[in-house]
């Protein structure tokens, strides 16, 4: 059976790091620690991009951190209307990079866009044996 948690952020900068620990804590509890890091990092990134571009004022953006004995699901939705960026930002540009980064170190990234926002998401593969 799958494990499951969900937690709504507020629209803040604070939020970031609540979300990291709320993440955290949800592996510690689960005992899933092999990929603390990559995980840790992409709820970082993908929180702040959701604060910068996917949430609009007054509302509120989603984590949610699904396992399911091999793959670990983190998806973090927004309720704005500012899309996903289609490309990687220019070689010279000093921000734009977060969700390459989530892309290197997660085993698989995509956005889902919905009626009303959009969720990003990344999968990691665990080490389900320890």
Do not use: I
């Amino acid at each position: 059976m799958p494990w499951s948690r969900q937690r709504r952020f507020p629209r803040s900068r604070a939020s970031v790091r609540a979300a990291r620990v709320f993440v955290r804590q949800a592996l510690a509890d689960w005992d899933r620690l092999d990929r603390l890091d990559d995980v840790t990092l992409c709820v970082s990134e993908l929180a702040t991009n959701a604060l910068l571009h996917g949430v609009p004022p007054g509302r509120q953006y989603c984590v949610t951190l699904t396992f399911d004995g091999s793959l670990l699901r983190l998806a973090v939705r927004d309720t704005g209307d500012h899309p996903a960026p289609a490309r990687p930002p220019a070689e010279d540009a000093c921000s734009g990079r977060g969700l390459q980064l989530a892309r290197e170190v997660s085993d698989d990234l995509g956005v889902t866009e919905h009626v009303v926002g959009k969720t990003v998401w990344v999968v990691f593969k665990t080490d389900a044996g320890s």
